[in-house]
Structure formats: structure tokens, C-alpha cells
């Protein structure tokens, strides 16, 4: 075992990781069941953000195990360019049956970041198979995060993590996004209308230049699980109709269930031009993403081959048939065992569960759509100051609830509470009593050796 730890030390390179910080902490997981995960040494966690917001049925699901084994017996991959495979074409006829009424196209890749990448080039062409070759723009969201490719970086915004790479990024609009806990006013209403005005002059000044706004779904994930105003979506929506641009709904953190409905543009009836999905898809097994989009989008690339119009994008990997026959399985599971309707109802629960952690002298903001959920730390609950950011708060809280028997990452100082959707109320009564727990060590620890200093 420590040889593996060496070795893990020696030779890996982990994401989004200071490699620093794994060696002092170094953790290897061998095996999982139910909604835990073991680690080499045989202790046991639980998987308190499904394993980074994937896992919908936990770990060693009989039946996803199964469809896996099933597909192994006819073919592990065939490729998608020019010819399809069995499980890819069920796939897409299902996910068009469970996807928002004016979705009718699936294109397949293998990651989150990818099918935004995809999203943002079939926008662009899209525009200029039209005739209306102007509209090359793209307007994003302040915090926005849509993954790591360099299409993805450059409608994201959250400085920490793109900053870094501004000269290698193409130019956005980036609009102010609803983040009512920060804003002046404190105002859900408020808060909303005056970024729905924001977005409303820029859209009046530049729309004939700009191809799509890309948006996260109800709730920005890495931002720090910040929830969106009633209503924001919908008007944005309203928006992007009104002055001609394509609207672009990430849903790869939200998508499947996890804010208790299948997708969550579904809280307010909005159907997108285009939509990208992936994590829970697989229930968190393998790397299969879509990018979904009408039958308006898709015949702008219908037609002659000379005409150039054909969308020239593709992946090794696209469409693989362990994938999508592992998807197919998940996705009949949140039929026969009423996975969405579920969540909904779980979600009640656990925001009396969350409610217990309000009084916590440090607990700033508390956020909660379904089952994904962040917990925002701050200095000082009075002035909302937060704390500093070589504090690390969040970081040493997750760290803490590592040694206490549950996995999580923070986003910066918030907590981040995204559990498997079939989590019972007692698991979820469990996690929440170890988030708590660790709060209130760190935070009472960070609040002593500020006052020595
Ligand atoms: C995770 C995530 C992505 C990127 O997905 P990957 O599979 O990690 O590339 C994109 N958008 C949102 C909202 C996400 O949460």
C-alpha cells in the first residue's frame, strides 16, 4: 500500500490539484458500494459529491454493473463518424422523449467541456450556414464555468481558475449574474431585474453580432452553488427570443435529476436552442456527454455535401457503446425506482437538515436547488465578509471531513453538498451532521488563531 501511494506521488498528476497539497494528504480509493467509497487502507467514506456531482445510484449498482457486462458480450466500441451503433441510437431516442418538447437532435462526446465546445462551434456555424455569417459572438455569465477546454475557458469567467489563460481566449460579452447573498439590494427580485436590464441593453446594442448566450441551468455549480433568482431563466429566455440569439443551457452539473426535476430548466418551463448534459448521464460510470438541440439548428446543416455546410467535428470515442448501453440502464432506473420525483421530495428533508446550520457563527449563506447544495463560510456573518483566501477555509473543512467519514470538495470558502440522489434521509442526516461537525472545529480553529495574531 505504500508502495501504490509512492508510485501515486512519483508519477501522477492529478486535476485541479496542488500536487503539494496531495502528497501531504495522499488518498486512493479502491472500491465502492452503495453511496461509499474505500479507500487502500480500508476505510470508508461517504461519497458526499457523488464523486464530483456524477453519481445518481451509488456505487456497484447491480444493474449498471450489468448493462456493462451485457454490452461487453457484443461490442465495446464501434466508431460514430458516418454509421451509428445500437445502444447510441436507443440513447438518443430516449433522451429526446425525457429532454425539454423542442429538442429533437442528440451529438454525442465524452465530456462536459466538451459538449459546450460543441454547443459554442454549432452555434457559430449555424449562423453562417444561414446566411447571417455577422453573428460570431457569445455572451456568458459572470462566474460561469463550463469546463476546462479552451471554447469552454473562454465563455467561462471564474478568475481563480481563467485568468491564467485570458491570452489564449476569445472575447465574450460577460453579463452580471443573480447572486442575491452578494449582491447590493440582498433582494432576490432586485437582484434579478437588474441583471435581466443588464443583459437587455447589451443585447440591444450588440445582437446583431452575437451567435448565443450560454448559461448554466438554475444553478451555477463551481461559482459556489449559487441558486438563480425565480424567474431569471425564463427571462432570459424571453431575451435571447426577443433580439435573435441562440440560447445555450449548460445542464451538465443539473442535468438527471439533481435538482429534483430531470433537467432543471423544467422549473421554469424553458426550452433551450441548444443544451449540454453529461455527468449523471452514465449515473456517474463512464464518460459519455450530449449536446442537444431542435430541428431548426439541425437542418441549417442539412444538405448537399458540396455546400459545405456539414458540421466538421468529432471525437475517437464519440458515441461508445458501453457508454450510452450503461446510459440506457440508468436512465430506465430513474423510471422503475422514481428517482426525479424522489429527489423532489427528499430535497424538502434535507433543507430542515440543512436548516440545522444556520445558527453556526460562521455559516454565511445556505443554497439549495434538489440535491445540490452550498454552504457558504464567511469571517464575518454580520458584514458577510468572507474569509480570507489564504485562509482556506473551505479546503480545511473538507480535509476535516475526510477524517470524520466523508468526501467532498469546496469551491474556494463554500462547502459543497452534492450527495448520491438515491441517499436515504438517515445518510443524508449523517453527512449533514459531519458537514456540521467540521464547520464548526474549523471555523472555531480559524477564529482562535485569528485572535492570537
Ligand atoms: C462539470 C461541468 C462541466 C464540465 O464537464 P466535464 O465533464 O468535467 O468536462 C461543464 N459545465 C458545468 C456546469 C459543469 O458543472
Known amino acids: 500500500m505504500t508502495e501504490l501511494i509512492e ?27 452503495g453511496i461509499k467509497v474505500k479507500d487502500i ?14 453519481n445518481v445510484h451509488g456505487h456497484r449498482k447491480k444493474e449498471l454493473d450489468e448493462a456493462i457486462k451485457n454490452q461487453l458480450e457484443k461490442i465495446a466500441h464501434s466508431t460514430l463518424l458516418g454509421m451509428t451503433n445500437v445502444p447510441a441510437t436507443e440513447l438518443a431516442a430516449k433522451l429526446i422523449e425525457l429532454t425539454p418538447e ?22 457559430f456555424q449555424y449562423w453562417r450556414n444561414i446566411g447571417n455569417p455577422k453573428k460570431q459572438k457569445f455572451i456568458s455569465m459572470q462566474n460561469g464555468y463550463h469546463g476546462d477546454t479552451i471554447g469552454a475557458v473562454s465563455i467561462g469567467s471564474i478568475d481563480l481558475f481563467h485568468h491564467v489563460y485570458g491570452a489564449l481566449m476569445f472575447d465574450c460579452f460577460n453579463v452580471p449574474y443573480p447572486y442575491v447573498y452578494r449582491s447590493d439590494s440582498g433582494d432576490a427580485t432586485v437582484c434579478r431585474d437588474e441583471c435581466l436590464q443588464g443583459l437587455e441593453e447589451l443585447l440591444m446594442e450588440h445582437h446583431e453580432e452575437i451567435a448565443a448566450l450560454s448559461i448554466e441551468s438554475m444553478v451555477q455549480g463551481a461559482a459556489g452553488m449559487i441558486v438563480m433568482p425565480e424567474g431569471f431563466l425564463s427571462g432570459v429566455r424571453a431575451l435571447c427570443t426577443k433580439y435573435e440569439v441562440l440560447m445555450i443551457v449548460d445542464e451538465v452539473a443539473t442535468g438527471f435529476g439533481r435538482t429534483g426535476k430531470m433537467f432543471a430548466c423544467e422549473h421554469e418551463q424553458v426550452q433551450p436552442d441548444i443544451m449540454a448534459a453529461g455527468k449523471g448521464i452514465t449515473g456517474g460510470y463512464l464518460p ?39 446510459a440506457l440502464e440508468n436512465l430506465r432506473l430513474f423510471e422503475a425506482e422514481a428517482i426525479v420525483e424522489n429527489v423532489a421530495l427528499k430535497a424538502e428533508q434535507l433543507k430542515e437538515m440543512l436548516g ?23 469571517q464575518d456573518k ?21 477524517e470524520l467519514g ?45 485572535e492570537d495574531v
Not at 41 to 54: E, Q, R, T
Request: hydrophobic fraction near 40%; include cysteine.
Open 406 to 450: 466523508m468526501l467532498t470538495r469546496p469551491m474556494g470558502n463554500v462547502i459543497v453538498f452534492m450527495p448520491p440522489l438515491v441517499s436515504t434521509n438517515r445518510e443524508l442526516q449523517i453527512m449533514v451532521n459531519i458537514m456540521k461537525e467540521a464547520i464548526e472545529v474549523i471555523t472555531k480553529e480559524a477564529a482562535l488563531i485569528g
Open 41 to 54: 487502507h480500508g476505510k470508508k467514506y461517504y461519497d458526499g459529491f457523488s464523486s464530483v456531482w456524477l
Open 288 to 326: 459519455i456527454a450530449v449536446t442537444c438541440t431542435t430541428e431548426k439548428v439541425y437542418e441549417a446543416f442539412y444538405d448537399d455535401y458540396e455546400n459545405l455546410k456539414t458540421f466538421f467535428h468529432g471525437h475517437s470515442y464519440t458515441g461508445n457503446q458501453l457508454g450510452c448501453a450503461v
Open 102 to 123: 423542442n429538442v429533437t437532435r442528440v451529438f454525442y462526446s465524452d465530456s462536459g467541456a466538451e459538449a459546450m465546445e460543441i454547443a459554442l462551434k454549432m452555434a
Open 7 to 33: 508510485k501515486s506521488k512519483k508519477h501522477l498528476w492529478l486535476p485541479f490539484t496542488q500536487m503539494k497539497d496531495y502528497e501531504q494528504d495522499p488518498l486512493i480509493i479502491e472500491s465502492g458500494e
Open 356 to 378: 440545522e446550520l444556520e445558527s453556526l457563527p460562521h455559516v454565511g449563506d445556505i443554497r439549495q436547488l434538489g440535491m445540490m447544495c452550498g454552504i457558504e463560510l464567511v
Open 382 to 402: 454580520a458584514t458577510k465578509a468572507p474569509y480570507p483566501f489564504e485562509k482556506r477555509i473551505g479546503y480545511h473543512v473538507s480535509l476535516k471531513m475526510r
